[in-house]
């Protein structure tokens, strides 16, 4: 659906160099906000003990019984 919304605009659009800028720092700007939600993500389980022992146990025990 994507891809037909995609295509659609693109033949409605006249300045297609606009376009291509656009989704270009659409996509950018995805991508740093998802790279620092993961960071956010990594902080608080570092900083929440009772999460990475249960990491932990569980990733232990999936080593043990192979």
Known sequence: MLARLVNI?????????LF???SFV?????HIL???WVGLVLVW???NPS???????RS???LVSE
């Open 9 to 17: 605009y693109m033949f409605r659009c006249n300045n297609k160099m």
């Open 20 to 22: 291509v800028t656009s």
């Open 26 to 30: 659409g996509w950018l700007i995805g």
């Open 34 to 36: 998802f790279m620092k």
């Open 45 to 47: 389980i570092r900083q």
């Open 51 to 57: 999460i990475r022992s249960n990491v932990l146990i």
């Open 60 to 62: 232990n025990k999936y």
